[in-house]
């Protein structure tokens, strides 16, 4: 920018002196003009007119304008080549034209003075990715949105097992002023401390740590062993280490078959022993394992994040892998299959178990409830001969106080009676029986009362004497028959109709 206004500047001066030769020309060449017309005799208005036909006119703001343009355009550069704009998430090494050096890490425009700056990440990436080659964005943010990208790094595990890792790390420069001047002048440009620091460092760091464990441990659960491991050493240093063959024995004894006398006695033979490589760390005097320091924290370069996030090992891994899972797997089936058929076993001998089980039970049931049946037949037999026992105490209680009550009403019948008998009798003593009589007495008159008043007798009724003196039914023939028949039932009741006199 602030070359193309310089130059636009240069170009407007140029303009304005190529303008001043050409009205300078011009003038000249009207002059000369006028002179020879003059010369020739010609009329004046003959001379204006031929020299108005080579006379072109220059507008007089075009020198203004142009001269507006260039103090424009030197301004636009002088000011771009004086400030320059500090974007967010840099860090600007700063040098001017009088040779002073400064750090400017705030947002907004700052000055330089015709001098140079440099643009630094406060963090740079590393990462190694698949599809991508090579290649450095240190001072933009390019299209992989990484300082340095790098194809995915082939490491070499402890089992001489090859793969392709994909990793990334993320580093955080110094922003004190100290620091970050001696950063920049050791390696003075982000693009040199990547090529020579932090891409070296990333690429020793990550095959020392797969040197670490084989690749059956990595993918037999060492995945977080491995990523730990990878940012420890990318931090605080490369593990000094010592490759060493260890004897490994197994536990397990073969035997011999060579003797078929033995049958299954045979004997053991041979030691089961193998060759392993361990990796062990060298460790200092203090008991602390010795590293070799990443040259890069020496200036205030921090690792703030390291992750492995992928890795592809070689195909015959990945086969013998694959045959190693499918034996695992068939492992596993075989080892289902035996806890299922074991289940069976065990669920037909409880299913065996159950059916005994529930066949004590009925039968035990069967055994309660007849032993209950019985029970309460017994109970029963027992409660209805208690009942009837029980029944003919009540009875015979009842019997009894029948009798008892019997014989205490006979008793007092009999003294009722006797007692009426002799209140009879002290009656009758007392007064003859008087109102005996008088009832009797009463009563057989009633008697014949009603009797004498429905006989049947004439209508008319002539009195007289019958011959031979016999009754005729008069009033005094009745009335001395009534009178007879009175007495002689007094005679049968047997009493004396007399009232005796005594007192």
Request: charged share 30%; proline share 3%.
């Amino acid at each position: 920018m602030a070359f193309w206004g310089i130059l636009i500047g240069v170009l407007c001066i140029a303009s304005i002196i190529a303008l001043g030769f050409v009205r300078s020309s011009q003038k000249m060449k009207i002059e000369r003009m006028r002179s020879e017309l003059e010369g020739q005799g010609k009329k004046p208005e003959e001379i204006r007119e031929r020299l108005d036909e080579i006379t072109y006119d220059i507008p007089n703001q075009v020198v203004p304008t142009l001269i507006g343009a260039a103090i424009l355009s030197f301004a636009v550069g002088a000011f771009n080549q004086i400030f320059f704009y500090a974007e967010p998430g840099y860090v600007y090494h700063v040098r001017t034209i009088t040779g002073e050096e400064k750090v400017v890490s705030d947002v907004g425009y700052n000055t330089y003075l015709f001098g140079r700056y440099n643009a630094w990440k406060r963090a740079m990436t590393v990462q190694a990715v698949a599809g991508r080659r090579e290649q450095l964005e240190a001072e933009s943010d390019g299209s992989a949105g990484a300082s340095a990208t790098l194809p995915p790094m082939n490491i070499m595990f402890l089992d001489q097992v090859d793969a392709d890792a994909e990793a990334t790390v993320r580093f955080s420069i110094p922003e004190d002023p100290e620091s970050f001047l001696n950063l920049a002048h050791e390696y003075r440009s982000p693009e040199n401390l990547l090529r020579t620091a932090l891409m070296p460092a990333f690429k020793e760091t990550i095959q020392a740590t797969a040197s670490l464990m084989s690749a059956e441990e990595y993918y037999s659960g060492g995945r977080s062993e491995f990523n730990s491991e990878f940012e420890n050493q990318m931090s605080g240093g490369i593990y000094l280490v010592r490759r060493e063959e260890q004897m490994k024995r197994s536990a397990r004894k073969t035997k011999s078959t060579a003797n078929a006398a033995l049958g299954e006695n045979q004997q053991e033979y041979g030691d089961e022993t193998k060759i392993e490589f361990v990796v062990n760390k060298v460790i200092g005097e203090d008991g602390i394992p010795k590293r070799k320091s990443q040259k890069f924290t020496n200036f205030g370069i921090t690792v703030l994040d390291a992750r492995v996030t992928d890795m592809r090992p070689n195909k015959k891994f990945v086969e013998r892998m694959q045959l190693k899972q499918k034996a695992s797997a068939d492992r596993a089936i075989a080892r289902e299959q035996r806890i299922q058929e074991e289940e069976q076993r065990l669920l037909a001998i409880a299913k065996g178990e159950r059916e005994v089980a529930q066949r004590q039970a009925k039968a035990k049931v069967e055994q309660i409830q007849r032993t209950t049946e019985a029970e309460t037949e017994k109970q029963l037999a027992l409660t209805n001969a208690q009942k009837l026992k029980e029944q003919a105490e009540i009875a015979k209680d009842t019997a009894q106080i029948e009798l008892e009550k019997a014989r205490i009403e006979a008793e007092t019948q009999r003294t009722l009676a006797d007692a009426e008998a002799y209140q009879k009798e002290v009656i009758l003593k007392a007064d003859n029986a008087l109102a005996q009589k008088l009832d009797a007495e009463i009563e057989i008159q009633k008697l014949w009362a009603e009797a004498f008043a429905k006989r049947q007798v004439p209508t008319n009724v002539f009195g007289g004497t019958g011959a031979g003196g016999a009754p005729v039914g008069s009033d005094g023939e009745t009335k001395a028959f009534m009178q007879m028949l009175t007495l002689d039932a007094a005679k049968r009741l047997n009493y004396d109709r007399e009232v005796s006199g005594k007192n």
